[in-house]
């Protein structure tokens, strides 16, 4: 997984863009769409901001502050994503919205964070930091929040499409099974870099 194209792909899953079509599919049932529009580029702004420092500065804070290393973020956050994944499998949604949350909450949590700027992709942008440096990492983590960004902004069309074919619930299984896939490989690669340190 050396070039943008790779990195970007790696992050766009966790990310995982199908997952805010839902939400938003339904947040306009009771909403005007430029409202929708304005809490999406809210959400990707703050998500990015977020993404872009972890990515900065993240494993310097996590060595000199916390004392933790790589391998143990990656388990944490590997099984932080498999609860997610697994609970799309297994209920059709990641994440339940609440009645009585206002859409400036929601721009917050959960889109922002975890939707967007989610314990796996933090992981991910921290890790990648210092494997592929700062630019290129910053470079794909942008690219896939900004594909995200135009998949909620188109989330009426998409929605409307996969609800009339009868696709939303496969597809969001679907999408749960391939971030539970992912979630594993990065426990996985967790442990093994832990079992090296032993």
Known sequence: MSGLFDLTLYILALINPISKVFIFSVLLKDNHYRDIRLIAIKSTLIAMAMLLASAAVGNLILHNVFHVDIYSLKIAGGLVLFYFGFQALTKG???????????????????????????????????????????????????????????????????????????????????????????????????QTFLKTI
């Open 93 to 191: 949604v990641f994440f339940e919205v609440g009645e009585q949350e206002s859409l400036e909450e929601l721009s917050i949590v959960p889109l922002a964070s975890p939707m967007i700027a989610g314990p796996a992709t933090i992981t991910a942008v921290i890790s990648f930091s210092p494997e592929y440096g700062f630019a290129l990492t910053a470079a794909a983590m942008s690219l896939a929040v900004l594909i995200n960004l135009s998949v909620m902004l188109c989330s009426r069309i998409i929605g409307s499409f996969l609800v009339n074919h009868n696709m939303m619930g496969a597809l969001i299984r679907i999408t749960g099974l391939i971030v539970a896939t992912i979630a594993v490989q990065m426990t996985l690669a967790g442990v």
